[in-house]
């Protein structure tokens, strides 16, 4: 039986064993048969798969879209502008996040400037709006 340990994959894919068994619970690589020994031997795909996975994570795909992303690939009839879809609503929910991130940006850069060494806990515009104080 040809093929790598856990541990061979893992170092090849550039994640831990533990990694790996996790997505092999996931389903989103298949869990092989043990060796006569007892061993289960990896086939080569199953390093590309989760370099697949590591490149979808790094742009911003859950590992349940991930997971959607390997079936789509899976099933016949489906094309580049069905994965150009997906990538499209990725986009759009990127753009959303880095808008909620630049409004959070925004508030706590009016926080430090409206704060002043001379005022206390009590007075403190972070703390207050930490406290439940409405941001302004």
């Known amino acids: ?3 790598s340990t856990i541990g061979k994959v893992a170092k090849k894919s550039g994640v831990g064993v533990e990694t790996v ?11 092989p048969p043990r060796s006569g020994g007892g061993y289960r031997k990896y086939p080569e795909k199953t390093v590309v798969r ?4 590591k490149q ?7 590992l349940k879209e991930i997971g959607e992303l390997l079936m789509l690939q899976k099933t ?5 502008v069905d994965f150009q879809r997906r990538a499209e609503s990725k986009l759009i929910d990127v753009n959303s996040r ?3 991130l630049e409004r959070i940006r925004d508030i706590l850069d009016n926080l430090i400037q ?3 060494m001379e005022k206390s806990t009590e007075e403190c515009p972070i ?3 930490m406290k439940g104080e409405r941001i302004r």
């Open 114 to 116: 409206s704060c002043s």
């Open 56 to 62: 979808a994570k790094k742009l911003g795909f859950t």
């Open 50 to 53: 989760i370099r697949f996975i």
């Open 21 to 31: 068994r996790f997505y092999e619970r996931l389903g989103l690589i298949e869990q």
């Open 98 to 100: 880095i808008e909620e």
């Open 127 to 129: 703390l207050n709006v």
């Open 1 to 3: 039986m040809s093929g």
């Open 76 to 80: 016949a009839g489906t094309s580049c």
